[in-house]
């Protein structure tokens, strides 16, 4: 591939674009050369087995961890670093704190466990890191926060805690939380997976909407059916390389047999 001069093309297009990722953690190579790109507006579903790198590969475009190697831009953005010319050719500079703390406000990520703060009402759950992260005066917050919870269906639930609130009401306080930080960019990390079954329908059909409204949307899931009905791009890994690539048609017709494996356990 002619990586100078269609890699550089992408990158200005792609809302994320990771180039030969390697991750890892002391001897254990978690992630072991990931290529992927995820273009604006778009849903990519990251499928694979526990223990494949799913949530680190999410936690790297995120910049909570740091790649081992490799190249990860988010908006045409080289993340984490700044390529300057040495006297040998290009090095890395690792970017400020300010700097990579500008670039991972352009992202917003949803987890598991949602992690609201048990003490505070879910509105000022919402208004905690506009308030606090990007200084946004309380009045304003709070009127973005109330807009975010109707968004996902919670604006009956403004002043209720999280004990209050059953786990998928929680998972949408949390998406709206993110919401409100106007990233341009969301991750998901198994949003459902600690649900009771009868609440997850609720959380995917927020999510969906989200998505029909234009966010650009990583999510790593084993909801097939929202995998395949929501996503434009499915992402197969295992093992910490991408094993298999597509349009949803690849979940009735996986080509290769690690996939074939994965979706008789999920199916
Ligand atoms: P997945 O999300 O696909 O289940 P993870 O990305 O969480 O996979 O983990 C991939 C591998 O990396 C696992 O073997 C896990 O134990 C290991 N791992 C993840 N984070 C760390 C860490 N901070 N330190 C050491 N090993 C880790
Ligand atoms: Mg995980």
Redesign the pocket.
Known sequence: MAEQDSGQESRNQAAIVVQGVHKA??N?H?LRGINLEVEPGTVTAIL??????????LRLINQL?ERTAGDIYVGGELTGYKRLEGANGPVLQRLDEKAIAQQRSKIGMVFQRFNLFPHMTALANVMEAPVHVARVPKARAQEEAVKQLDRVGLGDRLDYYPSQLSGGQQQRVAIARALAMHPQIMLF?EPTSALDPELVGEVLGVMKQVAAQGMTMVV?THEMGFAREVANQIVF?DEGLVVEQGGPEIIDHPHSPRFQAFLQTVL
């Not at 694979?48 to 590969?57: Q, R």
């Open positions: 953690f002391g254990l978690v694979g087995p526990s223990g494949s790198g799913k949530s680190t590969l961890e990390d790593v890994m």
